[in-house]
């Protein structure tokens, strides 16, 4: 079995030129991928778009989204993965594009999946990666770079070649982004209400909370019996300290 490239989505984090949307629309057409977004583009001439894309990709052009804000971009899908070519404490790259095509194999049959590519010159913020389940890096030699539309058709490349056979792990359908960061946001302010997170900097305070809840891959139900916890708790502290001398 092959992964499900119908719930396979590119999108594109503030590219800087219209060309570069072209050829990733171009890359991923060749590989079977028809779904593209946009989020934020510098210049959305769409013109120079479908001239570096060809008329062989002018369907994904033609019907790719384009969005304001990467948050509610990413509202839609179930598993979200980042690339980065940078690694660090903040920046923990667990997968290569063909161990990540493996995963995907189970994973794409019930839930949507979309990789998030970073604008040309800096890639994904630690900002942008937060919303991101997983992490992708494609390897290289001694030169690092690879030009935007190149890092998609790697990516996509492996996608389209993924094995096979019958995916041998369950993957049930997980909850949604716009599910998963509301949850979040119910989290941050039940565990700074009972200062068990920094209220000053919680965003630096949730990394490894999101970390683990992220590589558990929770299900809508489960996103709201943590929600249902939230919940009590505020609830329990209003009780006992009213909010009005908090």
């Not at 800096?122 to 390897?139: E, F, M, Q, R, W």
């Not at 993957?171 to 716009?178: C, F, V």
């Not at 509301?182 to 039940?190: G, K, P, R, S």
Request: glycine letters at 4%; a positive charge; aromatic letters at 6%.
């Amino acid at each position: 079995m092959r992964v499900n490239l119908e719930n396979i989505t590119i999108l594109l984090h503030r590219p800087s030129y219209p060309e570069n949307v072209g050829a990733a629309a171009r890359a991923a057409k060749n590989m079977g991928l028809k779904h593209l977004v946009v989020v934020s583009p510098q210049n959305c001439d769409l013109g120079r778009i479908l001239k570096m894309a060809t008329h062989w990709a002018e369907d994904v052009v033609v019907n790719m989204e384009v969005r304001d804000n990467l948050r509610e971009a990413l509202a839609p899908y179930h598993f979200v993965v980042g690339t980065t070519a940078r690694t660090g404490s903040h920046r923990q790259t667990i997968r290569d594009p063909r161990k990540l095509a493996e995963e995907l194999v189970s994973v794409s049959q019930k839930n949507r999946v979309v990789v998030v590519f970073g604008p040309e010159k800096t890639g994904l913020s630690n900002d942008d990666l937060k919303y991101c389940h997983a992490l992708v890096t494609i390897p290289t030699a001694d030169f690092v770079s690879l030009n935007l539309a190149q890092a998609v058709m790697v990516i996509a490349y492996e996608m389209f070649m993924a094995a096979r056979e019958e995916p041998k792990v369950f993957a049930p359908r997980l909850a949604k982004s716009e599910e998963m960061e509301a949850m979040y946001d119910h989290l941050t302010e039940t565990l700074a209400r009972i200062n068990f997170i920094n209220p000053e900097n919680p965003e630096h305070w949730m990394l490894n909370v999101r970390r683990f809840l992220n590589r558990i891959g929770l299900r809508a139900r489960e996103v709201k019996i943590i929600r249902g916890f939230c919940r009590q708790i505020i609830w329990y502290c209003e009780k006992r300290i009213p909010v009005d001398r908090v």
